[in-house]
Every structure is written in structure tokens, then in C-alpha cells.
């Protein structure tokens, strides 16, 4: 229970003829007296708070960025209209910075025996699970003199999904593959390839792919032609250990490898491979395996949703231990880390051979574009500092990268806005060289 300000307002305007006409206890009763019958008479009118039931519904997830509509339904069980001011109750991430306020309260009325609902817009500024914290309730009399409060546990979850901004590369990543598919399909055979139309034979054809018996039924000789084999395997392996913690840019490197991650999700799908997804750094914090073309893209977001950077060491030899036993077949391993050349000549190389002996390997980088930038500076002497340490550090990457390249590893290393379509193209340029 409290007073409100009307209360308090109207106490201040008594004591003014009080200290004029009627100083002294006599003239402080003669006006609190029946300003405090009428808070009692207010309160003894105001709905209870205790006696309300209170129901969530609406959206479960949204894409960060985007906003969500959770709907509070409030029923008055009493005999009395429920006047209140109420306030609903979530993380500070749940709205953009200084908007919590006039999103979280509502005013409502509610008539005896009767329900009503509002609507509390969230717009979320991190991934993760989003929970309603508590309900608070603000009860006031007919007078507005004073109110009853109490709180009320309306349990909700949110569940917050990666953006996934790079879906807007997505159109002319497949019609590459449609073009990549229709100049292969005639010119490829082998083992391990699908067969896919019959042509007339051209001088220089090889002479095992000639089918004899279509031959016999026509007058021309006849060869098959293949297409490269769908239901590839690739598993997407994302590092989450401290590396992937560092910030370029707004966000954390491993937003942008989930990004990269999820457009090639989207179209090696689309080309009929199976796609899974790891995420490790001294233990297993998502996995997703065996899930169909239409399921994987919303399987992978919901998993990366709550995962978060670790402050640890990312273990190597554990990554690729569990990399091999998810992939026990021949496979595309492609890992979204770092190229910082601690981590990569003390973690990875040293058990590097283990997946490239059995594993098409592709490694993804985020790269800093201030770095290129620094590299760049001129004009003064802690300009010229700033361009030697970035021309350093560009330096150490770059031969990062070419211990990778001669382990037979393919290495993309680009800005966070390049690495998604950088990635594809390299999935795309591995399929068109039929290294898949």
C-alpha cells in the first residue's frame, strides 16, 4: 500500500489555512482527519492485488533487431474495478537504450469479474533467452488518494536469434550453383558421381563412359554424362572459446562467423548436401546432426541463439577428436576461428594431419578492417607507429595462412561484412574443382 501524490498534494494545500487561521494540533486534525477517512475509504475500494490471475501468450523468438509482442491477459476475480497502473518486468536488453520505460508500463481498467490485456513490445539488443522477471501492479481507489501494489511471477521465455544479415547474398550464391551444376553435369564422370543423361559421342570423350547399349538402339554412339554427387557431408565447426570473445566492429568475431556459418548452411542445403554444426572450445556447447534440407537453416539458428564467447583456451586436440567422431566419413570440416598465429602453430597444426588426412578442411577468419586501416595511417609519429604495428600484425596472418595452405588447408580471411559471401564462394569454388 501507498499514498500517491494526489494525497499528498491535498495534505500540502490544508496546511496552508492551518498555519494561517488554525495553528496548532486542533487545525492538523481538522484537516488530516478527513483526509485520512477518505485514504481509507480509498483503499477499502481499490481491487486487491493478490486475488488477479495473470496469463502470458505470443511470440517465443525473434530475430535480433527485430521486435516481439508478448501479450499480458490480467483478470479482475473481485467484485471491485480494477484501476492500475502496471509494470512488466524484463531484462534491460530486452529494448533499446531508453525506451524501457514507456515500453514496460501500461495503464488499464478492468470491471468486476472481467478481463483485459496489453501488450508489452520488446525489441532485444542481444541473442540469447530473453525471461519476464516479475509483474508489478499499482491498484488505486476511486479517489486516487491510495493504491494497493503487489507483484505477481508471469512466467515467459524469448528466445533470441542470430540476424542473419547475410541471407541477402543468398540469391546470387544459388544462381551461381545452378550455373556451376549445369556447366558440370556434362563434363564430369567417375567414381562416386551421379549419373545424369545420355549425349552423342564427341571426339576426345573417354571410351569408358560410352553405354554400349543405348548405342546398339540408335545409330550414333552414345556416352553418359555425369553430375557431381549430392548429400555431401559438411560439418560447420565453430570455435567458441576466447578468441572468438574479441570485438571488431559492434559485435564479437563469433556473431560474424554465425553469420558466414549460416549462409553456407543455407546453400549447401539448397545443393542437397547435409549439413551439420559443432560448437566447441574445452567442451561441446552445440550440436546439430541429421537434420533435413527444410529443417537445418532453423535447427542452426535456434542452436547458436544462446551461444556465447567463453573466457578459456580453446582445446585442439578435443576439437578435433569430437570433429572426427561427428564425422566419420569423408566430409568438408569447415572452421570458423581464428587466424592469430598463437592459437594456430601451438593449438591446431600440431593435430592439424588428423583431419586433413580424412577431411576436406576450409578455415574461416574474421579479419579487423581497423587493422587495414592503422596499416594505411600516415602524417605523424604515432600514425607511422600505428601503420607499423598493423603491418606487422597482417604480416604474422599472412604466414598464418600459408602454414595452413601448404597442410592443404583453403583459408578465407576477411571483414566481418566479406566473410558470409567470401566463404560461399569458396564452398562453391571447392565444388566446382570437385574437391567435395
Request: aromatic share 4%.
Amino acid at each position: 500500500m501507498a499514498l500517491t501524490g494526489r494525497a499528498a498534494l491535498l495534505a500540502a494545500l490544508g496546511s496552508l489555512p492551518v498555519g494561517i487561521w488554525e495553528p496548532g494540533w486542533t487545525g492538523i486534525l481538522a484537516i488530516n482527519a478527513p483526509l485520512a477517512v477518505a485514504c481509507a475509504c480509498d483503499f477499502a475500494l481499490a481491487a486487491p492485488v493478490r486475488r488477479l490471475g495473470l496469463t502470458r501468450s505470443g511470440d517465443t523468438s525473434v530475430r535480433l533487431g527485430d521486435t516481439a509482442d508478448v501479450t499480458l491477459t490480467i483478470t479482475n476475480p473481485s467484485r471491485r474495478p480494477l484501476r492500475a497502473h502496471l509494470r512488466d518486468a524484463w531484462p534491460p536488453s530486452s529494448w533499446q537504450p531508453g525506451t524501457e520505460t514507456t515500453a514496460s508500463r501500461h495503464r488499464l481498467t478492468v470491471p468486476a469479474g472481467e478481463r483485459r490485456r496489453v501488450t508489452t513490445r520488446l525489441r532485444p539488443t542481444r541473442r540469447g533467452d530473453r525471461q519476464a522477471d516479475r509483474v508489478t501492479i499499482r491498484s488505486y481507489g476511486p479517489l486516487g488518494l491510495f493504491s494497493r501494489q503487489g507483484t505477481h511471477k508471469a512466467p515467459w521465455t524469448v528466445r533470441v536469434l542470430p540476424p542473419f544479415t547475410s541471407r541477402k547474398h543468398l540469391p546470387s550464391k544459388l544462381a551461381r550453383l545452378r550455373e556451376l551444376d549445369g556447366r558440370t553435369s556434362v563434363l564430369t564422370r567417375g567414381e562416386g558421381t551421379e549419373f545424369d543423361s545420355l549425349r552423342e559421342y564427341v571426339p576426345g570423350d573417354d571410351t569408358r563412359s560410352i553405354d554400349w547399349r543405348a548405342t546398339a538402339r540408335q545409330s550414333t554412339v552414345a556416352v553418359r554424362t555425369w553430375r557431381p554427387e549430392r548429400d555431401r557431408h559438411i560439418l560447420l565447426v565453430l570455435d567458441t572459446g576466447r578468441t572468438s570473445a574479441g570485438r571488431v566492429g559492434d559485435a564479437p568475431r563469433l556473431d560474424a562467423s554465425m553469420d558466414a556459418a549460416l549462409l553456407l548452411a543455407a546453400l549447401a542445403s539448397r545443393a542437397g548436401d547435409r549439413v551439420d554444426l559443432l560448437a566447441y572450445d574445452r567442451k561441446v556447447r552445440a550440436l546439430v546432426q541429421g537434420r533435413t534440407a527444410g529443417d537445418v537453416l532453423p535447427s542452426l539458428v535456434n542452436a547458436m541463439a544462446t551461444l556465447e564467447p567463453e573466457l578459456v583456451e580453446t582445446d585442439a586436440r578435443g576439437l578435433t577428436a569430437t570433429a572426427l567422431r561427428t564425422s566419420p566419413r569423408r566430409s568438408l570440416i569447415v572452421l570458423l576461428t581464428t587466424l592469430d598465429t598463437a592459437p594456430i602453430e601451438d593449438g591446431l597444426l600440431p593435430v592439424l594431419s588428423q583431419l586433413t588426412q580424412r577431411h576436406t578442411v576450409l578455415l574461416a577468419s574474421v579479419a579487423d578492417p581497423h587493422i587495414t586501416e592503422m596499416a594505411k595511417a600516415r602524417g605523424n609519429t604515432d600514425a607511422v607507429y600505428e601503420a607499423a604495428a598493423a603491418a606487422q600484425a597482417q604480416s604474422e596472418r599472412h604466414r598464418t595462412a600459408e602454414q595452413l595452405r601448404r597442410h592443404g588447408v583453403t583459408v578465407v580471411d576477411a571483414t566481418p561484412d566479406d566473410l558470409a559471401p567470401a566463404l560461399a564462394d569458396a564452398y562453391l569454388a571447392l565444388k566446382a574443382a570437385g574437391r567435395l
